[in-house]
């Protein structure tokens, strides 16, 4: 079965600074990564993925992830963090090539978003 | 275009009883999949259903199950509900096989 490791269940940032969020997967062969976020009383929103295209991939509200297979890793970063980017973020696999939807996710990191 | 929809949003029910949740998937969306979201264990997956066949399970009791109908709208009941049922049930559908999958905002049941 496939895991998903966030390093750091809390992570506070100032408005303005670099977010970055860890995400490790473990599989000897790379899966399809995502990265979704959840607001209080939410569902989970899909920020950005990657299947199998570029490493570097681009999402919603100015982040980004890349891929790095020799590391197997997926964080999501975006330059300049807002107020409104505070919530909870998790990263999540599924195997690639398999008709079967089962994501697995990660524990998620809480980004608080200071004035 | 509509995304997916979860009735109702908040439920309370007491020990030994059952419930049935609902999930509308966005049109066209065949694949349907429910998630329990709790504090202490996460996200984790029930099931998946598509063309109203059920092709993968998770790890739970029988007592969760659940069923697709032809429209691709898909229920989940819970039998004999237990205190650590209480949870966010998240449903969530996607269009094909390397697409994502696209998250409804749960059906938050509490059990007294």
């Known amino acids: 079965a496939q895991s998903v490791t966030q390093l750091g269940s809390h992570v506070s940032v100032s408005e303005g600074a670099l977010v970055l969020l860890r995400c490790n997967y473990s599989s000897s062969v790379p899966p399809y990564l995502f990265w979704y976020v959840q607001y209080p009383n939410q569902g989970l929103q899909l920020l950005l993925k990657?299947?199998?295209?570029?490493?570097l991939v681009k999402g919603i509200n100015g982040f980004e992830a890349e891929f790095k297979k020799s590391e197997t890793s997926f964080h999501l970063t975006k330059p300049s963090a807002h107020m409104s980017d505070a919530a909870e973020y998790f990263c999540?696999?599924?195997?690639?090539?398999?008709?079967?939807?089962?994501?697995?996710f990660g524990r998620g990191t809480q980004l608080t978003v200071w004035p | 275009k509509a995304g997916v929809t979860q009735t109702p949003r908040y439920l309370i029910k007491t020990r030994g009883q059952q419930v049935t949740l609902s999930c509308s998937p966005i049109?066209?969306?065949?694949?349907v999949s429910w998630y329990q979201q709790t504090p202490g264990q996460g996200l984790q997956f029930l099931f998946e259903y598509f063309s109203e066949t059920q092709r993968n399970k998770g790890n739970f009791p029988g007592r969760f199950s659940g069923r697709q109908f032809s429209n691709s709208r898909s229920e989940m009941n819970v039998s004999t509900l237990e205190l650590g049922d209480s949870a966010l049930y998240l449903c969530?559908?996607?269009?094909?096989?390397?697409?994502?999958?696209?998250f409804g905002d749960g059906t938050r049941l509490s059990i007294l």
């Open positions: 969530a559908s996607r269009i094909g096989e390397d697409q994502p999958q696209h």
């Open positions: 999540a696999v599924s195997d690639r090539g398999s008709t079967l939807g089962r994501l697995y």
């Open positions: 049109s066209g969306h065949r694949s």
């Open positions: 990657y299947t199998s295209a570029a490493t």
